[in-house]
């Protein structure tokens, strides 16, 4: 046998450096894509997201209504605030739009702290109508609602105007201006 064999042993490759920053890098991508799947499971858990979210639906389209002034009308006008003659004030205001004056009835509301000036009407096709006194009487919150309908015939033409706070009231005559 020689002297020197050269080799003994099995030989083995030089680790290179990077192998370790490699397997760091691996397992802190795997890290990261395991926290992402949490979190994404529960969100998705708790409703927070979809994966299929339900179509919304189409609003439906809004009609718009062009107001008229429609004298057949009965209107009825009710104070609803503690200021006097307020009725009487927005009732002729109603008959210098042209309503005969038999056709227009005032009094008082039921409660003197309305907030908000409100026109009633009772059938769907009187909406022009209202808008159209809601106009003449300086603007109102124009509402369906058979509450005010009256009681002796069903088929009698009717807008009810309960003046709130909200409203300003025209002037008395002989006043120099409406209510501040």
Do not use: C
């Not at 997201?49 to 009825?76: H, K, M």
């Amino acid at each position: 046998m020689p002297s020197s064999p050269g080799r003994v042993g099995a030989h083995r490759a030089e680790n290179p450096r990077t192998r370790g920053w490699v397997t760091l890098l691996w397992a802190l991508a795997a890290t990261v894509l395991i926290v992402a799947i949490g979190i994404f499971a529960t969100l998705l858990a708790s409703g927070r997201i979809q994966l299929f979210p339900e179509p919304t639906p189409e609003p439906a389209p809004v009609q718009t209504v062009d107001p008229i002034i429609d004298t057949a009308f009965t209107v009825l006008v009710l104070n609803g605030t503690t200021e006097q003659d307020l009725a009487t004030r927005v009732g002729d205001k109603v008959k210098a739009a042209g309503w005969a004056p038999e056709l227009v009835l005032t009094g008082a509301a039921g409660s003197r702290d309305v907030e908000t000036t409100t026109i009633y009407y009772s059938a769907v096709g009187d909406r022009a109508a209202a808008l159209g006194l809601a106009d003449v009487i300086g603007g109102a919150e124009v509402v369906q609602n058979d509450f005010y309908q009256p009681s002796g015939d069903p088929d009698a033409l009717q807008l009810t105007v309960v003046l709130g706070a909200d409203y300003l009231a025209p002037a008395p005559s002989g006043s120099p201006s409406a209510k501040p």
